[in-house]
Nanobody, 120 residues
Framework: EVQLVESGGGLVQTGGSLRLSCAASGFTFDDVAIGWFRQAPGKASEGISCMKISDNSTWFADSVKGRFTMSSDIAKKLVYLQMNSLKPEDTAVYYC?????????????WGQGTQVTVSS
């Protein structure tokens, strides 16, 4: 079964850190890009970062650049989102996604999400 499972969310104070994990299964991990998205209550979903697993190239949205980083463990089929200097506006449900089919299909596989809450 093609699947992504996020973990690592929680409650943290402003300025704190969290590391989210995205565990992949059921597809060839090396061939995909993994993206992280977030959705805050009442707001549209926001793409915040992505990584091409084959070469570790990454992209970050301006809203998180310099504070968030991505890394991967290919052997364990895991992708991490390290979030530092967290702000209340980072509060959202965070999702990872993969472009398993590829091409114009875009991100076709999504995890269930993990809640991140940053208290002021």
């Amino acid at each position: 079964e093609v699947q992504l499972v996020e973990s690592g969310g929680g409650l943290v104070q402003t300025g704190g850190s969290l590391r989210l994990s995205c565990a992949a299964s059921g597809f060839t991990f090396d061939d995909v890009a993994i993206g992280w998205f977030r959705q805050a209550p009442g707001k549209a979903s926001e793409g915040i970062s992505c990584m091409k697993i084959s070469d570790n190239s990454t992209w970050f949205a301006d809203s998180v650049k310099g504070r968030f980083t991505m890394s991967s463990d290919i052997a364990k089929k895991l992708v991490y989102l390290q979030m530092n200097s967290l702000k209340p506006e980072d509060t959202a449900v965070y999702y990872c996604a993969a472009d398993v089919v590829g091409g114009e299909a875009g991100y076709d596989t999504w995890g269930q999400g993990t809640q991140v809450t940053v208290s002021s």
